[in-house]
């Protein structure tokens, strides 16, 4: 069973506006591939990066239902966090951003897939040569996976 690593971004991807097109279609990806977590086809796992990136969103509701949502999920304690500072470390100076380097250096860890709604962040992870984790946008998932 593939363990999933999904951004904060890609969490939050309902709550944005759904005018556009993409940003509909990663919601449906976003929903989709929470139905297969739930049906057991997946394993999606949460870390501290998502708790403590969650507990700084101002929307109340949208946090309260964040929080809910990654309640769902595991939380595995890592054994080794200071090769997670690390490497996290070692990503944001090739240029990730602070929590996108924790997120990324995290999901190499625990899990198989890591998705993000984050294009910047997405061509980052695909030009880092010493990536661990496989990086997709929802969409990309869910057509590799051929969930329907």
Same mark, same amino acid.
């Given at each position: ?17 759904? =005018?556009?097109?993409? &940003? %509909? ?5 976003? /929903?989709?591939?929470?139905?297969? !977590? ?41 054994? =080794?966090?200071?090769? &997670? %500072? ?5 990503? /944001?100076?090739?240029?990730?951003? !602070? ?50």
């Amino acid at each position: 069973m593939k363990t999933l690593y999904l951004d904060v971004c890609t969490y939050c991807r309902p709550f944005d506006n759904q =005018d556009a097109l993409r &940003i %509909r279609l990663e919601t449906e990806a976003f /929903y989709l591939i929470l139905q297969y !977590i739930q049906q057991h086809h997946y394993q999606s796992v949460v870390s501290p990066v998502h708790l403590k990136e969650i507990a700084a969103i101002n929307a109340v509701e949208e946090r309260l239902l964040l929080k809910a949502e990654l309640a769902k999920f595991p939380h595995p304690l890592v054994e =080794d966090i200071s090769a &997670i %500072r690390s490497r996290a470390d070692y990503l /944001y100076h090739s240029g990730f951003g !602070i929590a996108d380097a924790a997120h990324v250096a995290y999901a190499e860890v625990l899990a198989d897939v890591f998705i993000t709604c984050d294009d910047k962040l997405l061509k980052k992870c695909q030009k880092e040569t010493s990536l661990k984790v496989t990086a997709m946008n929802p969409l990309q998932f869910v057509l590799s996976e051929e969930l329907q």
